[in-house]
């Protein structure tokens, strides 16, 4: 059924399905949201509101020699004659037009806060004035000139432009980013004097490949600078295809701050990137321990960018530094490319650069054309009025005598025959074009005739009129030939683009490359430890799990001060470089690296802070991680088994579960083992002992593990291994260390009871 068809009420309203109503309102939608607000023109690079930005300050006339006016008055403007949406957001994207860390070229000269790299908003557009840009001016060249169509603005009252003449290819100079309805946009700046050879190549060649012109384009030119480390044959095919990606780093270099010491400098960090937020992830960094090796982030900016990264020691590695950066902050980015433009003002299509360029070119020739067109008409319009003038000059009696005496000179002078004495005057003066009209002015004519001043009458404006002609006359000669040749009409499109390029090139101010290429490089993984200065330390952690590092092997038995209410738990010798392994009675293990511990000069920070150890955990053992170890681990319930060391290192702040337990239990041992020893001991809460051989206890990574010994109430107590053949020391209750050689009594299978331990065993049940 057609619309015709469908039943009307008596209003004379139509009904229609809901589901027709809502697709075609949406497609409505969508194709507006497409043309007029999300997607650049590929023939001037702009958005409508950027398009009625530029051409609403100059029809206030802000060049970018005249003086300034207040950014509400311009906004003001643009939503009453143009744009009738929020000024608040015409405000923002003229803002955008004025930030040079935003826009590679920019449009709008701005005076006052308009926001800065660090995130901060631009000022209210009350206290914040503006003008064009000299690239503002080059696109908007040649609107009084009939170059571009015109269509009335949206309440009709008013004409605007559809597209800006452009005078250099804006929409890859400046780049362009949108989404709309199912389709989206990204495209990066550009240099334009590489964009500008690249289009003068194409003139040249217009059937050249896309890989060509990537010898004139190299990539991607950000305002902010950096270094694009994305690989040449990645980028030919984003550039061949319009979709892809560009990795771009920051820039830096090593300052040397002598005595060995150093410092890494940022002075260009990636596009679009906040640096406010960029030193909050530094920091962040810093805080959590994910690169260890990186000690201090300062921002000392002010007009230029200068990070400083101070390394934790000397013989860290600063490309193996940067490199770590690079993965874990904003350092490194990845730009997208999607060039997805109005081709023809109307239809979206995914461009390749050839096609962009392509569509930008062709759009300057029309341009030329209407220019060329609107010229020469202008010059058909004055010669015909210099043709009337010489006729009065030559005739200048008559003319006068006319003017004098008749009711409507006017018509007289238009019903005057002047051809026979006008043609014989102007053989004797080697002219030869004839007056218009078989001898009789046109309306032109002898208006102007009439409207000529009585100073013009002299003879010396008789000569000028004659140069004038002449002058006019070559001139129409030049665009007559330029309007029938096709070779002609490029020729004057690649002496402006050069024009431009002088203007805007490599050699004028600011025109140079700012983003470097280079190659991004795999950084060799280099152990921490190897970047660390290796120092002596000694290692105090007390009872309610306070951490710190004092400098080098201090005697463990001195005293040490704590909080209040604590006391000392652990204290052991130790380096920068070690792992410290904490045992956590859940039966995790948790890893820190020694380098990152508290100097002695404070209490300490807790254990809690530095690893995701839970509030309820308590530390069973702390110690350094020898690699080629093995450990006794043991709960309560007295289950256990042998773990190497290798296996309960952590590489995440979560620790890593080794010896599972269940509830009611918990982790009660954890002993290395050491070289030699072949029998394990264990003594219950019962303070019953079991000896029995290290061999019948399994090797595992992680686990409940098997019984150690049985218990008729209560648990482990604790577990330690040693060699039978040198017997089990213990220290009594007094402070001597006794020795028990003949073990034959406690010597039994294992998960059996055992026997009660002898006499003088300490009374807390620990072998130490």
Same mark, same amino acid.
């Given at each position: 059924?057609?619309?015709?068809?469908?039943?009307?009420?008596?209003?004379?309203?139509?009904?229609?399905?809901?589901?027709?109503?809502?697709?075609?309102?949406?497609?409505?939608?969508?194709?507006?949201?497409?043309?007029?607000?999300?997607?650049?023109?590929?023939?001037?690079?702009?958005?409508?509101?950027?398009?009625?930005?530029?051409?609403?300050?100059?029809?206030?006339?802000?060049?970018?020699?005249?003086?300034?006016?207040?950014?509400?008055?311009?906004?003001?403007?643009?939503?009453?004659?143009?744009?009738?949406?929020?000024?608040?957001?015409?405000?923002?994207?003229?803002?955008?037009?004025?930030?040079?860390?935003?826009?590679?070229?920019?449009?709008?000269?701005?005076?006052?806060?308009?926001?800065?790299?660090?995130?901060?908003?631009?000022?209210?557009?009350?206290?914040?004035?503006?003008?064009?840009?000299?690239?503002?001016?080059?696109?908007?060249?040649?609107?009084?000139?009939?170059?571009?169509?015109?269509?009335?603005?949206?309440?009709?009252?008013?004409?605007?432009?559809?597209?800006?003449?452009?005078?250099?290819?804006?929409?890859?100079?400046?780049?362009?980013?949108?989404?709309?309805?199912?389709?989206?946009?990204?495209?990066?700046?550009?240099?334009?004097?590489?964009?500008?050879?690249?289009?003068?190549?194409?003139?040249?060649?217009?059937?050249?490949?896309?890989?060509?012109?990537?010898?004139?384009?190299?990539?991607?030119?950000?305002?902010?600078?950096?270094?694009?480390?994305?690989?040449?044959?990645?980028?030919?095919?984003?550039?061949?295809?319009?979709?892809?990606?560009?990795?771009?780093?920051?820039?830096?270099?090593?300052?040397?701050?002598?005595?060995?010491?150093?410092?890494?400098?940022?002075?260009?960090?990636?596009?679009?990137?906040?640096?406010?937020?960029?030193?909050?992830?530094?920091?962040?960094?810093?805080?959590?321990? *994910? +690169?260890?090796? %990186?000690?201090? $982030?300062?921002?000392?900016?002010?007009?230029?960018? &200068?990070? @400083? =990264?101070?390394? /934790?020691?000397?013989?860290?590695?600063?490309?193996?530094?940067?490199?770590?950066?690079?993965?874990?902050?904003?350092?490194?980015?990845?730009?997208?490319?999607?060039?997805?433009?109005?081709?023809?003002?109307?239809?979206? *299509? +995914?461009?390749? %650069?050839?096609? $962009?360029?392509?569509?930008?070119?062709?759009?300057? &020739?029309? @341009? =030329?054309?209407? /220019?060329?067109?609107?010229?020469?008409?202008?010059?058909?319009?004055?010669?015909?009025?210099?043709?009337?003038?010489?006729?009065?000059?030559?005739?200048?009696?008559?003319?006068?005598?006319?003017?004098?005496?008749?009711?409507?000179?006017?018509?007289?002078?238009?019903?005057?025959?002047?051809?026979?004495?006008?043609? &014989?005057?102007?053989?004797?003066?080697?002219?030869?074009?004839?007056?218009?009209?078989?001898?009789?002015?046109?309306?032109?004519?002898?208006?102007?005739?009439?409207?000529?001043?009585?100073?013009?009458?002299?003879?010396?404006?008789?000569?000028?009129?004659?140069?004038?002609?002449?002058?006019?006359?070559?001139?129409?000669?030049?665009?007559?030939?330029?309007?029938?040749?096709?070779?002609?009409?490029?020729?004057?499109?690649?002496?402006?683009?050069?024009?431009?390029?002088?203007?805007?090139?490599?050699?004028?101010?600011?025109?140079?490359?700012?983003?470097?290429?280079?190659?991004?490089?795999?950084?060799?993984?280099?152990?921490?430890?190897?970047?660390?200065?290796?120092?002596?330390?000694?290692?105090?952690?007390?009872?309610?799990?306070?951490?710190?590092?004092?400098?080098?092997?201090?005697?463990?038995?001195?005293?040490?001060?704590?909080?209040?209410?604590?006391?000392?738990?652990?204290?052991?010798?130790?380096?920068?470089?070690?792992?410290?392994?904490?045992?956590?009675?859940?039966?995790?293990?948790?890893?820190?690296?020694?380098?990152?511990?508290?100097?002695?000069?404070?209490?300490?920070?807790?254990?809690?802070?530095?690893?995701?150890?839970?509030?309820?955990?308590?530390?069973?053992?702390?110690?350094?991680?020898?690699?080629?170890?093995?450990?006794?681990?043991?709960?309560?319930?007295?289950?256990?088994?042998?773990?190497?060391?290798?296996?309960?290192?952590?590489?995440?702040?979560?620790?890593?579960?080794?010896?599972?337990?269940?509830?009611?239990?918990?982790?009660?041992?954890?002993?290395?083992?050491?070289?030699?020893?072949?029998?394990?001991?264990?003594?219950?809460?019962?303070?019953?002992?079991?000896?029995?051989?290290?061999?019948?206890?399994?090797?595992?990574?992680?686990?409940?593990?098997?019984?150690?010994?049985?218990?008729?109430?209560?648990?482990?107590?604790?577990?330690?291994?040693?060699?039978?053949?040198?017997?089990?020391?213990?220290?009594?209750?007094?402070?001597?260390?006794?020795?028990?050689?003949?073990?034959?009594?406690?010597?039994?299978?294992?998960?059996?009871?055992?026997?009660?331990?002898?006499?003088?065993?300490?009374?807390?049940?620990?072998?130490?």
């Amino acid at each position: 059924m057609s619309e015709q068809d469908e039943p009307e009420d008596e209003s004379g309203h139509v009904a229609e399905p809901l589901s027709r109503a809502i697709g075609a309102r949406y497609l409505q939608y969508a194709l507006s949201t497409i043309m007029h607000r999300a997607l650049p023109d590929a023939r001037d690079g702009l958005k409508p509101v950027h398009r009625r930005i530029l051409y609403a300050m100059r029809e206030l006339r802000l060049s970018s020699t005249g003086g300034f006016r207040k950014s509400a008055k311009i906004s003001g403007d643009v939503m009453g004659n143009y744009h009738p949406h929020g000024n608040q957001a015409i405000y923002d994207a003229m803002a955008r037009l004025a930030q040079d860390f935003t826009i590679r070229y920019p449009l709008v000269d701005g005076q006052g806060n308009f926001g800065n790299i660090d995130g901060d908003n631009p000022a209210a557009e009350r206290y914040t004035e503006a003008r064009l840009t000299a690239a503002a001016e080059a696109l908007l060249e040649g609107l009084a000139e009939d170059a571009v169509d015109f269509r009335d603005n949206y309440d009709g009252t008013l004409r605007e432009p559809e597209v800006l003449p452009a005078a250099y290819p804006n929409l890859l100079a400046n780049g362009s980013s949108g989404i709309a309805v199912g389709m989206a946009t990204n495209i990066p700046p550009h240099n334009i004097d590489e964009l500008i050879e690249a289009c003068l190549h194409l003139i040249r060649t217009p059937d050249a490949r896309d890989d060509t012109l990537l010898n004139y384009v190299k990539g991607p030119d950000f305002p902010t600078g950096g270094v694009i480390v994305e690989p040449a044959e990645s980028m030919a095919e984003t550039y061949r295809t319009g979709r892809g990606a560009f990795r771009l780093r920051a820039k830096w270099e090593t300052e040397d701050l002598g005595r060995g010491q150093w410092q890494i400098v940022v002075t260009e960090i990636p596009y679009q990137v906040q640096k406010s937020k960029l030193i909050e992830r530094l920091a962040e960094l810093i805080q959590l321990k *994910k +690169v260890p090796i %990186l000690a201090d $982030v300062r921002d000392e900016s002010a007009e230029d960018i &200068r990070i @400083v =990264l101070e390394p /934790r020691a000397r013989t860290v590695d600063a490309e193996v530094l940067m490199g770590m950066l690079f993965r874990n902050s904003d350092l490194e980015t990845r730009f997208s490319l999607n060039m997805n433009v109005l081709i023809d003002g109307r239809t979206p *299509k +995914v461009c390749s %650069l050839k096609e $962009v360029l392509r569509a930008f070119l062709d759009h300057r &020739r029309d @341009v =030329l054309i209407r /220019r060329s067109q609107h010229r020469m008409d202008k010059i058909d319009h004055r010669l015909e009025v210099l043709e009337g003038l010489m006729i009065a000059f030559l005739n200048l009696d008559r003319v006068i005598d006319i003017i004098r005496y008749d009711d409507d000179p006017k018509a007289a002078l238009m019903r005057e025959d002047w051809g026979r004495d006008f043609v &014989r005057a102007m053989s004797e003066k080697d002219y030869v074009s004839p007056p218009p009209g078989e001898g009789e002015l046109t309306d032109l004519q002898a208006e102007s005739i009439l409207n000529m001043r009585l100073r013009s009458l002299r003879r010396l404006e008789e000569m000028e009129l004659r140069r004038e002609q002449d002058a006019l006359m070559a001139e129409r000669e030049e665009l007559d030939d330029l309007l029938e040749n096709e070779s002609v009409q490029w020729a004057k499109i690649s002496d402006e683009l050069k024009d431009v390029r002088k203007k805007f090139g490599k050699s004028a101010p600011g025109g140079a490359r700012r983003t470097t290429f280079a190659e991004a490089g795999e950084v060799q993984e280099v152990p921490i430890e190897a970047m660390i200065e290796r120092e002596p330390i000694t290692v105090v952690c007390s009872v309610m799990g306070w951490i710190r590092a004092l400098k080098g092997h201090n005697d463990l038995a001195a005293e040490v001060k704590f909080r209040d209410g604590d006391g000392p738990r652990f204290a052991f010798h130790a380096e920068t470089t070690d792992k410290i392994l904490a045992f956590g009675n859940n039966g995790r293990f948790y890893t820190i690296s020694a380098t990152n511990l508290p100097g002695g000069r404070g209490m300490g920070e807790p254990v809690r802070l530095m690893v995701d150890m839970p509030n309820e955990v308590e530390i069973v053992e702390l110690f350094v991680h020898r690699p080629d170890r093995k450990l006794l681990v043991a709960s309560s319930a007295g289950d256990g088994f042998v773990v190497p060391e290798t296996d309960v290192a952590a590489q995440t702040r979560a620790g890593k579960q080794v010896l599972n337990v269940r509830d009611g239990t918990a982790a009660r041992v954890c002993r290395p083992i050491e070289e030699g020893d072949d029998h394990v001991a264990c003594i219950g809460e019962n303070r019953k002992l079991l000896v029995f051989a290290l061999d019948d206890l399994p090797e595992m990574s992680r686990g409940k593990g098997v019984r150690l010994q049985k218990f008729k109430d209560g648990g482990l107590s604790d577990a330690r291994t040693f060699r039978l053949d040198a017997g089990l020391s213990w220290q009594d209750p007094a402070g001597r260390t006794r020795t028990e050689t003949d073990l034959t009594e406690w010597t039994g299978n294992r998960a059996s009871a055992g026997r009660m331990a002898p006499r003088g065993f300490p009374r807390d049940n620990r072998f130490t």
